[in-house]
């Protein structure tokens, strides 16, 4: 069955890094696009990032365009997010998420169980 | 970019009865919207995609209607499982894919 397991969340300064990682298993993962989506506490969800099959393409949220960097390593079912220049704005839980079809753009079907990121000094 | 509006924010239901959740686009998304349901601590769950096409697993209670701006989420015969948060999600236009700000089904 499809697993999506988040880790490296943590607490962190304003203006600091942090780099979440997604393992996945029970798929294909290097055929499928790959989401972030996020979730400050208390509030919706919001898209942040999408990276293509194969890593060639991605897609940003505006509000983390400049400063989250989307990556995947296909040897290792690995989905990556790099944060720099965190702000306090970014603190949420961060899921992984895998669309139900091989496009990239799609409905949502298997998430991970999210990792929390706070940031704050 | 389109924005998704749900409505009600909060819907008060007793268990047994019908739940209707909206969803509008602030453009046409064809079909190309989904609704999911999250519980506290878990993350969300797809429920129907395609507009109106039951995912894998989902009971027959639920359905969903609509296409281009006005959408649909019924829940036919509300059960002590189904309180939850539900959000919309259209798929058509993107970057960015975008969600409806949630609601929020409680008990009556």
């Known amino acids: 069955q499809v697993q999506l397991v988040e880790s490296g969340g943590g607490v962190v300064q304003p203006g600091r890094s942090l780099r979440l990682s997604c393992a996945a298993s029970?798929?294909?993962?290097?055929?499928?696009?790959m989401h972030w989506v996020r979730q400050a506490p208390g509030k919706g969800l919001e898209w942040v990032a999408v990276?293509?099959?194969?890593?060639?393409?991605?897609y940003y949220a505006d509000s983390v365009k400049g400063r989250f960097t989307i990556s995947r390593d296909n040897s290792k079912n690995t989905l990556y997010l790099q944060m720099n220049s965190l702000r306090a704005e970014d603190t949420a839980v961060y899921y992984c998420?895998?669309?139900?079809?091989?496009?990239?753009?799609?409905?949502?079907?298997?998430w991970g169980q999210g990792t929390l990121v706070t940031v704050s000094s | 970019e389109i924005v998704m509006t749900q409505s009600p924010a909060t819907l008060s239901v007793s268990p047994g009865e019908r739940a209707t959740l909206s969803c509008r686009a602030s453009?046409?998304?064809?079909?190309?919207l989904a609704w999911y349901q999250q519980k506290p601590g878990q993350a969300p769950r797809l429920l129907i995609y395609?507009?109106?096409t039951r995912a894998t697993g989902i009971p027959a209670r639920f359905s969903g209607s609509g296409s281009g701006t006005e959408f649909t989420l019924t829940i036919s015969s509300l059960q002590s499982e189904d309180f939850a948060v539900y959000y919309c999600?259209?798929?058509?236009?993107?970057?960015?894919?975008?969600f409806g700000q949630g609601t929020r089904l409680e008990i009556k």
């Open positions: 029970g798929f294909t993962f290097s055929s499928y696009g």
């Open positions: 453009q046409s998304v064809s079909s190309n």
């Open positions: 990276i293509s099959y194969d890593g060639s393409n991605k």
């Open positions: 998420a895998k669309p139900r079809q091989l496009l990239w753009f799609g409905e949502l079907s298997h």
């Open positions: 999600q259209q798929y058509n236009n993107w970057p960015p894919v975008t």
């Open positions: 395609g507009a109106s």
